[in-house]
């Protein structure tokens, strides 16, 4: 079946404490994003990644940090989180980044940074 | 920058009334597409427009794309409480930027 999974899907931590949320998809995608998602804020986008080895800033970066090694794996790290990173995570993908191509997402992570 | 600007924010409908969302944008789209998210779920694709005035319905959902290309709308005939959820539109810029609505959360009463 096709899909996006992120790991995991709910996680509770402490302020410092780094973390790693992962993403995989297996539909050979090369565009891989991941989103935030805050009441009234809708999705912002974090990182993106066209490809292997390319990846770029989104609109609000600041505190995270991706890798794209791999083509099907994208993770999203958050080296010393902080409370303002509450919030609930999705990845998404794309067979690339042009205009006719809908995204995928992943069923979420909600982190609670207490 | 480029900006899509979502109305309303919230809607909230009896069951069988009708519902609309719009986006808009000051500058010429090249593309739209709709996504629907399920209260506790994540965003799925529903419909992508790209042409002048292009309308398409999927059951009870009628998608426009405005003839300048500057707007578009989602509307729902005759709402049902399955059509609960919050509504984004999505736009990739020109330098491949995307570029989301905010959303619109659509509450229906039975």
């Known amino acids: 079946e096709a899909q996006v999974t992120q790991n995991p899907r709910y996680l509770i931590t402490v302020t410092g404490k780094k973390l790693t949320v992962t993403c995989s998809q297996n539909m050979n995608h090369e565009y891989m994003s991941w989103y935030r998602q805050d009441p009234g804020l809708g999705l912002r986008q974090i990182y993106y990644?066209?490809?292997?080895?390319?990846?770029d800033k989104g609109d609000v970066p600041e505190g995270y940090k991706v890798s794209r090694k791999e083509k099907r794996n994208f993770p999203l790290i958050l080296e010393s989180p902080s409370p303002n990173q509450t919030s609930l995570y999705f990845c998404?993908?794309?067979?690339?980044?042009?205009?006719?191509?809908?995204?995928?997402f992943g069923d979420g992570t909600r982190l609670s940074i207490l | 920058g480029q900006q899509v600007m979502q109305i309303p924010q919230y809607q909230h409908v009896q069951e069988g009334e009708d519902f609309t969302t719009y986006c808009n944008s000051s500058?010429?789209?090249?593309?739209i597409q709709w996504y629907k998210q399920r209260p506790g779920g994540h965003p799925v694709f529903l419909i992508q427009?790209?042409?002048s005035g292009e309308v398409k319905k999927q059951k009870r959902l009628t998608f426009q794309f405005g003839e300048a290309k500057k707007n578009s709308s989602l509307h729902i005939t005759a709402t049902q409480t399955t059509d609960v959820g919050t509504y984004f539109c999505?736009?990739?810029?020109?330098?491949?930027?995307?570029?989301w609505g905010l959303g619109t959360s659509l509450a229906v009463n039975p």
């Open positions: 990644s066209m490809n292997v080895e390319v990846t």
């Open positions: 427009l790209v042409k």
């Open positions: 500058t010429t789209l090249s593309n």
């Open positions: 998404a993908s794309s067979l690339r980044a042009t205009i006719n191509q809908p995204q995928h």
């Open positions: 999505l736009h990739a810029g020109n330098n491949r930027k995307l570029i």
